[in-house]
């Protein structure tokens, strides 16, 4: 049967001010934690849609205030650097979750084999009902369901444990991505805006850095500890702010381009035009490659391959693979690559195809 059904979807981003007291030095800071809560609601056969898009807002909204109100951000302490316990805790909570979600799916597999496998030997006309071995069978493939999905849980507590932002305490210790950062009672709160300033010209200069370690420093000790292995980066969606220079050229520019970079979820990141008219272009010309070469070369092919021999069939085809291709290759003219949105905590990972761009971004803007 045939059922029509329309799923509506919401997102809320909320944020809070958290208060803190060192468990260390007993000093007090705060931070603005931002969440991110979504919700779902599906109307069957288009009755009560707009119920159910409330309710999928309200679901949303109830989602964000859980979240806001029993999660912590890994935040040092101002003063001493130290991660509170009970962040750290939250941290390990977070972490890993992949495990779980791939070992639930391979329990899952397992028991639709199992299922499978009783209705296989249920029906088979050979043999009249399940037998001892077939019940063995079942049986060992729902222990194992079991198995898996205990072991993933149990791998993901392990791996979580080593996870220990303090291990160098009193040194402060590395930043972790996406977390805000600390600010002792009584110091100026940040400013809420997505787009920052230009720079100062006198200020735009963003080769590398002069060299001032000493001479017998390790090479990796000069890499900035924010750009994470490839050259990736977190933001914090809502608060991050990017200089006002095109993140293609670096000239600069007041532009804004939107990029979808996840489900309900966008951003907006300074793009000069004539790098905009560059990337549609690039887009353009990577589809019509993949229209026209995937439509060329089966045809090429019917001319020489003796089974291939008609064109009629082949070479709409191979147009069409090659138009898919295409489309899904289209991304790599974005000057900005999107990666690991994480929904609860509203943060991405950003991939500038212009580096310089980065270390602009690091030194002049805001992350988080
Ligand atoms: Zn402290
Ligand atoms: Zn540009």
Known sequence: ????????????????????????????YTYQMIRRGS???TSVYGLGEKTAKQQAQNV???????????????????????????????LRRRA??????????????????????????????????????AWLQIGGLG???????????VVRVVLS????????????????PGAPIGIKQGGAAPPFASV?????????????????????????????????????VTVQLAKAQYPLHCCSCLTGTTTLKQFNCAQLS????????????????????????GLVWGGCLPYLLCLFVQWMSNPVVWTPLGAGIGLVTALCMRGRANPVKFSCFNSDLNTIRLRFRNPAYLQMLIDHGKLV
């Open 1 to 28: 049967m045939f059922v029509y059904t329309k799923t509506f979807s919401s997102a809320q981003v909320g944020q809070i001010q958290k208060e803190v007291r060192c468990e260390r030095c007993d000093c007090e």
């Open 39 to 41: 919700g779902r609601s």
């Open 60 to 90: 949303a909204g109830v989602k964000l205030a859980k979240l806001l109100q029993r999660q912590h951000d890994p935040v040092a302490c101002p003063d001493c650097g130290w991660i509170q316990s009970y962040m750290v805790e939250d």
């Open 96 to 133: 890993h979750r992949w495990i779980m979600k791939l070992a639930w799916v391979l329990a899952a597999i397992l028991v639709v084999c199992a299922i499978l496998g009783y209705v296989g030997a249920a029906t088979s006309w050979a043999n009249h009902g399940v037998d001892k071995e």
């Open 143 to 153: 222990l194992l369901a079991i198995f898996v999905a205990v072991a993933g849980n």
């Open 161 to 176: 444990s080593f996870i220990n932002p303090n291990r160098n305490y009193p040194h402060r210790p590395a930043p972790i």
């Open 196 to 232: 920052m300033a230009p720079i100062h010209p006198a200020s735009r200069h963003v080769g590398p850095p002069p060299l001032v370690s000493p001479s017998n420093a390790l090479s990796h000790e000069q890499v900035n500890p924010l750009i994470e292995s490839g050259g990736w």
């Open 266 to 289: 966008r951003i907006a990141i300074p793009m000069c035009k004539a790098c905009d008219k560059q990337r549609i272009a690039n887009q353009t010309f990577t589809i019509i490659s």
